[in-house]
């Protein structure tokens, strides 16, 4: 025989489970408004499995502004670099509150490390706190290669696998040694060499200036300068035995992007990336011989275009140059798996998140 029930607490019963559902969800949400280098980034995730990096991205935006050209230059912000900041931040914060309902201790605002070296980033963190209620964090430099790991390599992996990040003025990352009694150290890995840094010092080399943007003259320096890149790969692999132990390598930065869109040419759905040494060096052929491959493909691939409109050819030879001499340099590669970690973007956003797990050990 069935039961008639009150309606009233049929109504009750209903929007308690509706709110605690949605309060729920909630809390798997997580925003991040980076100000970055040269450009605003706004990531929002939905994550699953902080320990195996198991996560969605529901939105991500991005908009361009020269900010370490403009801090170069003059040692500060420009006015306007405050002024647009300012609203952008406060206009994508208002549009992730009124679309996502995130809890405000899930959204975070920060500024890349270059902005410590402003004189005034004080007037622009005031004006974000006065018009948000939250605080700007600037990255800091000394931790930036363990935020990296933190963030790049699933946690799950930590113990059994270490990062490299080929960026513009260096390749930096670590690994995460297990001591006794549950206790973790970081170790910082670091390379003088980055894409930028690479490309300039084979542009030293070029004695003769009528040769200086000659593209076959630079293929022959590059590879002469190779021997000097190799020596301080493996110096820097001499230097952390452990390494050799570790099954799991992670990459990251400008340079695994540039190479993944343009060998690959699909759109992985993936957080990471499988990549083989073979691949690398296949694609590597292809940059220096059969460069116009890649040029008719940035025609119909948007990803493609938006690679060469950052680095040009030299540049894209130097990235690889370093991850060939990374990738050729550690014992039994054939052993191990590769990854290349695509969503670079949310590095730092992962790595804020898993500071706050209490499923995750990051005390290192």
Same mark, same amino acid.
């Given at each position: 025989?069935?039961?008639?029930?009150?309606?009233?607490?049929?109504?009750?019963?209903?929007?308690?489970?509706?709110?605690?559902? &949605?309060?729920?969800?909630?809390?798997?949400?997580?925003?991040?408004?980076?100000?970055? %280098?040269?450009?605003?980034?706004?990531s929002?995730?939905?994550?699953?499995?902080? %320990?195996?990096a198991?996560?969605?991205?529901?939105s991500f935006?991005?908009? %361009?502004?020269?900010?370490?050209?403009?801090?170069?230059?003059?040692?500060?912000?420009?006015?306007?670099?405050i002024? %647009?900041?300012?609203?952008?931040?406060t206009?994508?914060?208002?549009?992730?509150?009124a679309?996502?309902?995130?809890?405000e201790? &899930?959204?975070?605002?920060?500024?890349?490390?270059?902005?410590?070296?402003?004189?005034?980033?004080?007037v622009?963190?005031?004006?974000?706190?006065?018009?948000?209620?939250k605080?700007?964090?600037?990255l @800091?430099v000394?931790?930036?290669?363990?935020?990296?790991?933190?963030?790049?390599?699933?946690p799950?992996d930590?113990?059994? *696998?270490?990062?490299?990040?080929?960026? *513009?003025?260096?390749?930096?990352?670590?690994?995460?040694?297990?001591?006794?009694?549950?206790?973790l150290?970081?170790i910082?890995?670091?390379?003088?060499?980055?894409?930028?840094?690479l490309t300039?010092?084979?542009?030293?080399?070029?004695?003769?200036p009528?040769q200086? &943007?000659?593209?076959?003259?630079?293929?022959?320096?590059?590879f002469?300068?190779n021997?000097?890149?190799?020596?301080?790969?493996?110096?820097?692999?001499?230097?952390?035995?452990?390494?050799?132990?570790?099954?799991?390598?992670?990459?990251?930065?400008?340079?695994?992007?540039?190479? *993944?869109?343009?060998?690959?040419?699909?759109?992985?759905?993936?957080?990471?990336?499988?990549?083989?040494?073979q691949?690398?060096?296949?694609?590597?052929?292809?940059?220096?011989?059969n460069?116009?491959k890649?040029?008719?493909?940035?025609?119909?691939?948007?990803?493609a275009?938006?690679v060469?409109?950052?680095?040009?050819q030299?540049?894209?030879i130097?990235? @690889?140059?370093?991850?060939?001499a990374?990738?050729e340099?550690?014992? &039994?590669?054939?052993?191990?798996?590769?990854?290349?970690?695509k969503?670079?973007?949310?590095?730092?956003l992962?790595?804020?998140?898993?500071d706050?797990?209490?499923?995750? @050990?990051?005390?290192?």
């Amino acid at each position: 025989m069935l039961k008639k029930h009150n309606p009233l607490i049929l109504i009750f019963t209903f929007l308690s489970l509706f709110f605690s559902t &949605n309060s729920f969800s909630q809390k798997s949400l997580y925003a991040g408004i980076e100000i970055g %280098r040269r450009a605003i980034k706004v990531s929002v995730l939905d994550v699953n499995n902080i %320990r195996k990096a198991d996560y969605k991205i529901l939105s991500f935006w991005t908009e %361009r502004i020269p900010f370490a050209d403009h801090i170069a230059a003059n040692g500060e912000l420009t006015q306007e670099d405050i002024d %647009r900041t300012t609203v952008i931040v406060t206009d994508q914060l208002n549009k992730i509150r009124a679309e996502h309902k995130i809890l405000e201790e &899930n959204i975070f605002i920060v500024a890349a490390p270059v902005f410590s070296s402003a004189r005034n980033v004080d007037v622009l963190k005031n004006k974000i706190t006065t018009l948000t209620n939250k605080d700007l964090e600037i990255l @800091n430099v000394n931790t930036e290669a363990k935020t990296l790991v933190k963030g790049a390599m699933p946690p799950v992996d930590y113990a059994n *696998a270490f990062l490299l990040d080929i960026g *513009a003025q260096t390749t930096k990352g670590g690994y995460i040694d297990e001591l006794e009694d549950n206790k973790l150290e970081f170790i910082p890995l670091e390379l003088d060499f980055g894409t930028m840094t690479l490309t300039d010092a084979v542009k030293k080399t070029v004695v003769n200036p009528s040769q200086a &943007n000659d593209m076959s003259t630079y293929q022959e320096k590059s590879f002469d300068f190779n021997s000097i890149l190799r020596k301080k790969v493996q110096e820097m692999l001499d230097k952390n035995p452990p390494l050799v132990k570790k099954d799991k390598i992670y990459l990251s930065g400008g340079a695994v992007w540039a190479f *993944a869109t343009l060998y690959y040419n699909e759109n992985v759905k993936e957080h990471y990336v499988s990549l083989s040494l073979q691949d690398v060096i296949d694609y590597d052929a292809i940059l220096k011989n059969n460069f116009v491959k890649f040029t008719n493909l940035a025609k119909t691939n948007k990803e493609a275009a938006r690679v060469l409109s950052t680095y040009d050819q030299k540049y894209l030879i130097s990235a @690889n140059n370093i991850l060939v001499a990374c990738l050729e340099s550690i014992p &039994n590669l054939e052993n191990k798996k590769v990854f290349f970690v695509k969503e670079g973007q949310t590095i730092w956003l992962i790595s804020f998140i898993a500071d706050r797990s209490k499923k995750v @050990n990051t005390n290192f």
